[in-house]
């Protein structure tokens, strides 16, 4: 089976936007979601990336990169429904890796985040 072609959406306002969100201080988000935030930025950044690429470049442990990326993508597991924002496709030559991709949600999502970040901050009243 071939894998779905995943058109990329790496830009360098979102490589800024993540690097930017690794500066934020701990208590200006909650935990979660901050790292939901962080692993969903790092894979639009890096389409194909894997689980242990996010977890280096996001400095995570590998069980929080993988429950966080479960998460993402369409079933979290246990009977839960997971944000469909992610795509994992196993990777042809290797068949325990799973490489990840931004699926239309995610991409929307994505354009977003960029277009707001591209009209910058809201005018200071």
């Known amino acids: 089976m071939n894998a779905p072609m995943h058109q990329a959406a790496s830009t360098?306002?979102?490589?800024?936007?993540?690097?930017?969100?690794?500066?934020?201080?701990?208590?200006?988000?909650?935990?979660?979601?901050?790292?939901?935030l962080r692993v969903f930025l790092q894979v639009?950044?890096?389409?194909?990336?894997?689980q242990a690429d996010i977890s280096t470049a996001c400095d995570l442990p590998r069980s929080t990169a993988h429950r966080l990326l479960r998460t993402l993508c369409a079933h979290a597991g246990q009977r839960r429904r997971g944000l469909d924002l992610l795509d994992a496709i196993r990777d042809p030559r290797h068949r325990h890796v799973h490489r990840f991709y931004l699926t239309p949600r995610g991409r929307a999502l994505c354009e977003r985040l960029t277009a707001a970040d591209a009209a910058g901050p809201p005018p200071a009243s």
């Open 44 to 50: 639009a950044a890096q389409p194909g990336a894997t």
């Open 12 to 36: 360098p306002a979102l490589a800024v936007l993540a690097d930017q969100l690794a500066l934020i201080a701990v208590q200006d988000l909650p935990q979660p979601r901050f790292e939901l």
